[in-house]
């Protein structure tokens, strides 16, 4: 069943932040993520047609045509996303007919905010609505996931669409991707903002070398079953089993282990730091996260490395790191209120300086998850 064709649905999904906890989710890891509100919003209204419709991406100024019945990945085309979440829902056993969507938004893409997982947790909420699908949230994890592993091609873990999906104001979330189980944290950082410095360099490596990396973590488990102990990935591994294992292990693999099961431990101490407003032990975690993917987990890049270096001597700065799959975007950074001005003025100075490009930021702050507008 669906709506009349004269009625358009409309929702929004947020990008995400993660304060801590990267590359750990597809490891059956521990994240803490938010939801922020810069967001995406996506329009579905029903054609007339069986299984034919168009897509609309408002600030590309670019729409494809589709057929429902005859649905395959575009080389190299944000259309992908929509694509492939059609592809996951006809596959499920619900029913698609033909539609007409548009999308636009104010993620800035590239920046590791997950634009992605907006643009399809936006879309799966108003195809929910628009076609009374009646998924449930979990679902759309799991189907908007697929979307991505199967039409994009990045195997990704299910941390940026549980975060657009479940996004509460003020508060983080502490995800169990093991379990799949999570509980809201409050987020008061005292007198603290979050503020996201862009490095504007593009990581078009982070696709393939996530994908790599993902192999790698795999192959540590792979190589400690084989040596006689039952794990099913580095969430069952500790440090102590990782050193038992050792010469089994090339030096690039073991770093990549090294450096999930530290980080796990990292977002444990996050929680606990929040929960007791220690924001100075909150900071230096960030630091050690990031040198952590910089040295062990090798996703950085110059520009961020040197965004995160210029600030360990700033005294207004309580942490910085690098956020997302790597090799560009962001850095996160906690930063007194009261002299996030200068902070600003000095950071985008030195960043011109050495690179010769303005570095945008932006203030965000944990807000609600994918909503239906009407």
Same mark, same amino acid.
């Not at 990292?266 to 960030?286: C, P, Q, W």
């Given at each position: 069943?669906?709506?009349?064709?004269?009625?358009?649905?409309?929702?929004?999904?947020?990008?995400?932040?993660n304060l801590i906890g990267e590359h750990t989710d597809y490891n059956n890891g521990f994240v803490l993520p938010a939801a922020i509100k810069q967001k995406i919003t996506f329009s579905v209204t029903p054609n007339s047609l069986e299984s034919s419709g168009?897509?609309?991406?408002?600030?590309?100024?670019?729409?494809?045509?589709?057929?429902?019945?005859?649905?395959?990945?575009?080389?190299?085309?944000?259309?992908?996303?929509?694509?492939?979440?059609?592809?996951?829902?006809?596959?499920?056993?619900?029913?698609?007919?033909?539609?007409?969507?548009?999308?636009?938004?104010?993620?800035?893409?590239?920046?590791?905010?997950?634009?992605?997982?907006?643009?399809?947790?936006?879309?799966?909420?108003?195809? /929910?609505?628009? +076609?009374?699908?009646? !998924?449930?949230?979990? @679902?759309?994890?799991?189907?908007?996931? =697929? &979307?991505? %592993?199967?039409?994009?091609?990045?195997?990704?873990?299910?941390?940026?669409?549980?975060?657009?999906?479940?996004?509460?104001?003020?508060?983080?979330?502490?995800?169990?991707?093991?379990?799949?189980?999570?509980?809201?944290?409050?987020?008061?950082?005292?007198?603290?903002?979050?503020?996201?410095?862009?490095?504007?360099?593009?990581?078009?490596?982070?696709?393939?070398?996530?994908?790599?990396?993902?192999?790698?973590?795999?192959?540590?488990?792979?190589?400690?079953?084989?040596?006689?102990?039952?794990?099913?990935?580095?969430?069952?591994?500790?440090?102590?089993?990782?050193?038992?294992?050792?010469?089994?292990?090339? /030096?690039?693999? +073991?770093?990549?282990? !090294?450096?999930?099961? @530290?980080?796990?431990?990292?977002?444990? =101490? &996050?929680? %606990?730091?929040?929960?007791?407003?220690?924001?100075?032990?909150?900071?230096?975690?960030?630091?050690?996260?990031?040198?952590?993917?910089?040295?062990?987990?090798?996703?950085?890049?110059?520009?961020?490395?040197?965004?995160?270096?210029?600030?360990?001597?700033?005294?207004?700065?309580?942490?910085?790191?690098?956020?997302?799959?790597?090799?560009?975007?962001?850095?996160?950074?906690?930063?007194?209120?009261?002299?996030?001005?200068?902070?600003?003025?000095?950071?985008?100075?030195?960043?011109?300086?050495?690179?010769?490009?303005?570095?945008?930021?932006?203030?965000?702050?944990?807000?609600?998850?994918?909503?239906?507008?009407?």
């Amino acid at each position: 069943m669906r709506l009349n064709k004269t009625e358009m649905v409309t929702a929004f999904a947020p990008g995400r932040i993660n304060l801590i906890g990267e590359h750990t989710d597809y490891n059956n890891g521990f994240v803490l993520p938010a939801a922020i509100k810069q967001k995406i919003t996506f329009s579905v209204t029903p054609n007339s047609l069986e299984s034919s419709g168009t897509i609309t991406a408002l600030d590309l100024g670019e729409t494809i045509s589709f057929d429902l019945n005859h649905l395959a990945p575009i080389p190299h085309s944000w259309s992908n996303y929509v694509l492939g979440l059609c592809h996951e829902i006809i596959k499920s056993g619900s029913k698609l007919t033909g539609f007409d969507g548009s999308f636009g938004g104010d993620i800035p893409i590239g920046a590791g905010l997950s634009s992605s997982a907006a643009l399809l947790c936006s879309a799966a909420t108003a195809l /929910d609505k628009c +076609f009374n699908l009646n !998924k449930s949230k979990e @679902e759309w994890m799991y189907l908007t996931q =697929k &979307a991505e %592993h199967h039409f994009v091609g990045t195997n990704c873990g299910l941390m940026d669409m549980f975060a657009s999906l479940h996004g509460k104001e003020n508060h983080l979330m502490l995800f169990d991707c093991q379990h799949i189980n999570f509980q809201y944290v409050p987020f008061d950082l005292k007198n603290f903002h979050l503020i996201l410095l862009n490095t504007l360099v593009s990581h078009q490596l982070a696709s393939s070398e996530y994908n790599t990396r993902r192999k790698e973590c795999e192959e540590v488990v792979t190589v400690i079953r084989k040596n006689g102990t039952d794990v099913y990935s580095l969430r069952d591994v500790s440090m102590d089993l990782l050193n038992e294992n050792r010469k089994s292990l090339s /030096d690039t693999i +073991f770093k990549r282990a !090294k450096y999930v099961i @530290e980080e796990n431990t990292r977002v444990l =101490k &996050a929680v %606990h730091y929040l929960e007791n407003g220690d924001i100075k032990s909150l900071g230096e975690l960030l630091y050690e996260t990031h040198f952590g993917l910089k040295n062990d987990y090798e996703v950085s890049c110059q520009a961020l490395d040197f965004l995160v270096s210029f600030t360990e001597y700033m005294p207004e700065v309580a942490g910085a790191r690098m956020m997302g799959g790597g090799f560009g975007g962001c850095t996160l950074n906690l930063v007194e209120k009261d002299a996030s001005t200068a902070f600003l003025s000095k950071m985008k100075e030195a960043y011109f300086n050495a690179f010769g490009i303005d570095l945008p930021h932006y203030f965000v702050e944990p807000s609600v998850g994918a909503t239906l507008l009407s």
